[in-house]
């Protein structure tokens, strides 16, 4: 087990825990019932076939352990947030400061699985990061890499919550670990009490159809109307929750740089887009070269400008509005009407 622990932290993951296949009780039973309510909104691949998130044993029969990782993405240098730039901006979360997370855990983990598979030839390995039917965060709660809190995010005591997870499963039975962890969340609710469309319908209870995170990224089609004034500056992403969390805060957290965190601190959404710019992405090949390394290219560049728009009519962007005006004959009738929206708001 020390082995697996020593060659996951060399290639540069943060934290590692493993735990046995079987996911703790309670967990399915309540991804069930919050597909079913509906609060998955448009995410139809967690609704696909929800039975597969029963536990890892759906994806391999013959799962015994499930190694749980964590990757830091805090950059301390810059003691948080850039400077806000003297223009009209939309935020971005910091997962899309740099580059895309899928590729670089994707390459760690490959490495990863090369070691083990010369060190346990005989053994099955399979590894996962954010798109497979595995409740990541359940199984890293059961790892011991943290706590899940009530802004429903994994905190971790070494780096809080802005941690991006990973696993591997396979059927080699290691010990599982289990640290003595302090209480992380302080159920102090503060998370619930800010967010800024009451998408946190509770303690641990979030809504995905109200979570700004949801509707700047994953959404399709227009963001409902009473929702787009409450969404603020926020134009890919959202962290509030997260960064009025008790845990995140003071930056002494952060993961000194190196080479496995360099992919993150390299700039490419930055911490702010200025608004003109997005709104000026004349074509798909323009948006494309911009983000062709970042998170940010999952929303295309018709719905970047659908956020952009909300935010410039939230900011009360007025020098956009000839810009804004044009775009309200754009060929998109996505575009249209959220130009439309922000022309009415600004007015
Ligand atoms: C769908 C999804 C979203 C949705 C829904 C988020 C959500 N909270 O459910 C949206 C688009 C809103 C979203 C937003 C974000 N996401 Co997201 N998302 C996912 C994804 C793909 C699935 C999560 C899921 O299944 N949600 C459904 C709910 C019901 O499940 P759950 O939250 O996992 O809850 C389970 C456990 O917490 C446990 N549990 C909770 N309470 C209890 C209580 C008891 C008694 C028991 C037994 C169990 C239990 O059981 C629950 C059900 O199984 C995961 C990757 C993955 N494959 O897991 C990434 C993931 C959760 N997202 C991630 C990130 C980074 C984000 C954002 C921070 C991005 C951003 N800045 O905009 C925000 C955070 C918003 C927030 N407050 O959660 C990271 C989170 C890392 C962390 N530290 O927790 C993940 C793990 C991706 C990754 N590989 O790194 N996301
Ligand atoms: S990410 Fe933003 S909108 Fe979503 S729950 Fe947290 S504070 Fe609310
Ligand atoms: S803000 Fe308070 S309640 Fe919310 S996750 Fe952090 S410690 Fe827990």
């Not at 935020?91 to 598979?117: C, F, P, S």
């Not at 798109?131 to 429903?152: D, H, P, R, S, W």
């Not at 089609?221 to 995140?248: F, H, K, S, T």
Request: with cysteine; proline share 5%; charged share 30%.
């Amino acid at each position: 087990m020390r082995k697996v622990v020593k060659i996951a932290e060399e290639i540069g993951f943060d934290l590692v825990g493993i735990t046995g296949a079987e996911l703790m009780k309670g967990a399915f039973e309540k991804y069930k019932g919050w597909v079913k309510e509906g609060r998955a909104g448009q995410m139809a691949y967690l609704e696909k076939d929800v039975g597969r998130r029963r536990g890892v044993a759906q994806i391999m029969p013959e799962a015994q352990s499930v190694i749980c990782l964590a990757v830091n993405y805090c950059r301390q240098d810059k003691g948080g947030r850039e400077a806000k730039p003297d223009k009209s901006v939309g935020q971005i979360a910091r997962y899309a400061y740099g580059q895309d997370y899928h590729k670089i855990l994707e390459k760690m983990l490959k490495k990863l699985t090369r070691e083990l598979r010369e060190k346990f030839p005989e053994n099955q390995f399979k590894t996962y990061v954010d798109t497979g039917a595995v409740l990541e965060k359940a199984y890293a709660e059961q790892a011991g890499l943290g706590e899940i809190g009530e802004n429903t995010t994994l905190i971790t005591p070494k780096f809080g919550s802005f941690v991006f997870l990973a696993e591997v499963i396979t059927d080699l039975k290691l010990k599982p670990t289990k640290p003595d962890l302090p209480p992380l969340c302080g159920r102090c609710q503060v998370c619930v009490g800010v967010c800024p469309t009451r998408a946190l319908v509770g303690p641990n209870e979030l809504d995905a159809r109200r979570c700004i995170s949801y509707l700047t990224i994953e959404h399709k089609g227009a963001i409902p109307e009473e929702l787009r004034p409450l969404m603020g500056d926020w134009l890919y992403g959202c962290d509030v929750c997260q960064e009025i969390c008790p845990q995140n805060m003071g930056w002494a957290k952060a993961a000194p740089k190196d080479e496995a965190h360099a992919p993150f601190t390299v700039k490419i959404g930055g911490d702010w887009q200025i608004l003109e710019e997005i709104l000026r992405l004349k074509t798909d090949e323009e948006f494309k070269e911009k983000f062709a390394k970042s998170p940010i290219k999952r929303t295309g560049r018709e719905r970047l400008i659908r956020n952009a728009c909300v935010v410039a009519g939230n900011v009360g962007a007025v020098e956009l509005l000839p810009l804004l005006q044009e775009l309200a004959h754009d060929k998109s009738e996505l575009i249209q009407e959220h130009a439309q929206w922000a022309i009415n708001r600004l007015n």
